[in-house]
């Protein structure tokens, strides 16, 4: 059968991570990178046409396109605009707002006869899914999102990003650790109410700039309101070299944990758990599964949004449905 035709809009690091993990996904086949910076992008790729994002003729020729902005500016402007053209996938993580973008894209797709999948990833995304199946199976439950549970931590862009708009910092990294008791109280049935400061703490790795004051620094980090200071935080100074031998990668990873009542006295506990050598690369291969759940629902005339929580999970499978009940029921 006919490959499924994938566009990629936009080349960062999930745009990157989505093209190497198609690769190992032989029904879809990749047509073109779209990006606002084709030229930037043409230095990187060979194997693949580099179009701009105003190519509009070059995008009809695609099944799906997988949308690789960023959620702070581009994919609020980037979904609608290209929704109205194309099945799409995003990952836009801003979860207040996701009802909002929701109800944004679904008449757009449904208007334009395409299929919107929005918001999916690990989290928005597989996290989301568990959270929604632990407080159905354990009614009442309240479900908990750790992240960093593995040895080194999970890196956070955003927290990565604050600490260099510090002056005197050249470059700097974020991990975000889960607190083990914290874990253990959930596990326990406790259902306890914790503090974001109770559930998680943050480790930072710090390259000054020449002549920077580190005690200064130390204490603008600790103290910046929301991102480190409700938080225990260590800061650690190291040298570029250092931080470009031990800090190049995307670690990260966490896991949803639900504590409830089975009825009775019963107790049940419901746990997800993910690890992840690469944020952006793990992020990718969920949205190329995606992609797959977005052709096959448009082919099947179900136009409009959804969220991973909408899509039946054979759906997202290369496999047929008799594969999926012999292998996996
Ligand atoms: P990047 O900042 O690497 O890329 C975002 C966009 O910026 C690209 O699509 C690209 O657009 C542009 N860009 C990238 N590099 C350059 C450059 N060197 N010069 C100029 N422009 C550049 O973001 P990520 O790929 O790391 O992440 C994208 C989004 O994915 C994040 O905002 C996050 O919200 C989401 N995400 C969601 C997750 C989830 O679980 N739901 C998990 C991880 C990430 P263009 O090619 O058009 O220039």
């Given at each position: 059968?006919?490959?499924?035709?994938?566009?990629?809009?936009?080349?960062?690091?999930?745009?990157?991570?989505?093209?190497?993990?198609?690769?190992?996904?032989?029904?879809?086949?990749?047509?073109?990178?779209?990006?606002r910076s084709p030229e930037r992008v043409?230095?990187?790729?060979?194997?693949?046409?580099?179009?701009?994002?105003d190519d509009l003729q070059a995008l009809q020729k695609c099944s799906v396109a997988i949308l690789c902005g960023g959620s702070k500016n581009d994919l609020p402007v980037q979904g609608p605009h290209f929704a109205a053209h194309i099945s799409t996938v995003d990952s836009y993580d801003n979860h207040s707002c996701i009802p909002e973008y929701f109800n944004k894209m679904n008449p757009i797709a449904r208007d334009?006869?395409?299929?919107?999948?929005?918001s999916t990833g690990w989290d928005p995304g597989t996290f989301s899914l568990e959270r929604v199946l632990g407080n159905a199976?354990?009614?009442?439950?309240?479900?908990?999102?750790?992240?960093g549970v593995s040895e080194k931590g999970g890196l956070s862009m955003g927290h990565s990003d604050?600490?260099?708009?510090?002056?005197?910092?050249?470059?700097a990294r974020q991990y975000t650790h889960a607190i083990p008791e914290a874990i253990e109280r959930v596990r326990r049935g406790e259902n306890p109410d914790l503090k974001p400061e109770e559930m998680h703490w943050r480790e930072c790795y710090v390259?000054?700039?020449?002549?920077?004051?580190?005690?200064?620094?130390?204490?603008?980090?600790?103290?910046m309101p929301a991102y480190f200071a409700p938080y225990k935080t260590e800061v650690h100074f190291i040298s570029a070299e250092e931080l470009k031998e031990n800090h190049a990668g995307f670690p990260h990873g966490g896991m949803?944990?639900?504590?409830?009542?089975?009825?009775?006295t019963n107790r049940g506990t419901i746990e997800y758990h993910n690890t992840w050598d690469s944020n952006p690369a793990a992020t990718a291969n969920i949205l190329v599964a995606h992609a797959r759940a977005a052709h096959r629902l448009r082919e099947e005339e179900k136009f409009g949004a959804y969220t991973i929580v909408d899509i039946p999970p054979a759906y997202f499978s290369p496999k047929s449905h008799d594969e999926l009940l012999a292998e996996f029921l």
């Open positions: 059968s006919q490959k499924i035709a994938v566009a990629i809009i936009g080349y960062g690091n999930v745009g990157r991570g989505v093209q190497t993990a198609l690769k190992q996904n032989p029904d879809m086949e990749l047509m073109g990178i779209f990006s043409k230095q990187d790729v060979q194997d693949v046409p580099v179009y701009s994002v334009n006869k395409t299929v919107s999948v929005i199976f354990l009614p009442g439950t309240k479900t908990y999102g750790f992240y604050a600490l260099r708009t510090i002056e005197g910092v050249a470059d390259v000054l700039e020449d002549g920077a004051d580190a005690e200064k620094i130390e204490k603008e980090i600790t103290t949803v944990i639900g504590s409830g009542s089975l009825g009775g």
